[in-house]
């Protein structure tokens, strides 16, 4: 059975490849995971998306940063750790 994280990868390769044969870079821009979802979830979905940008030599660039996506909390203007860390990793 495929999980979603292997198809993110094999769909994300799909387009590395294209890029490769063409001699042109690829940029996965504004990707993000809605706060309606659980956090543990965006953090996990957020973290494969980035990952497998990097892996493949994409550039990325992550939807935004203080609303509904955001990895900071505009109420408290403290970042989500757990997202930014799925963006950033230490």
Same mark, same amino acid.
């Given at each position: 059975v495929?999980?979603?994280? &292997?198809?993110?990868?094999d769909? &994300?390769?799909?387009a #590395?490849?294209w890029?490769? %044969?063409?001699? &042109?870079? &690829?940029?996965?821009?504004?990707?993000? %995971?809605y706060n309606?979802?659980? !956090? %543990? #979830?965006?953090?996990?979905?957020?973290r494969?998306?980035r #990952?497998? +940008? $990097?892996?493949?030599?994409?550039?990325?660039?992550y939807?935004?940063? +203080? $609303?509904? =996506?955001g =990895? !900071?909390?505009?109420?408290?203007?403290? =970042?989500?750790?757990?997202? !930014?860390?799925?963006?950033?990793?230490?």
């Open positions: 495929k999980t979603e994280a &292997m198809e993110i990868a769909t &994300m390769a799909i #590395s490849r890029s490769i %044969a063409r001699n &042109m870079p &690829m940029y996965v821009g504004e990707f993000g %995971a309606k979802g659980d !956090l %543990a #979830s965006r953090v996990a979905w957020t494969t998306v #990952s497998n +940008a $990097q892996r493949l030599n994409l550039g990325w660039g939807w935004e940063l +203080a $609303q509904g =996506f =990895f !900071l909390d505009p109420t408290t203007n403290t =970042f989500r750790v757990p997202l !930014l860390r799925a963006l950033i990793p230490e």
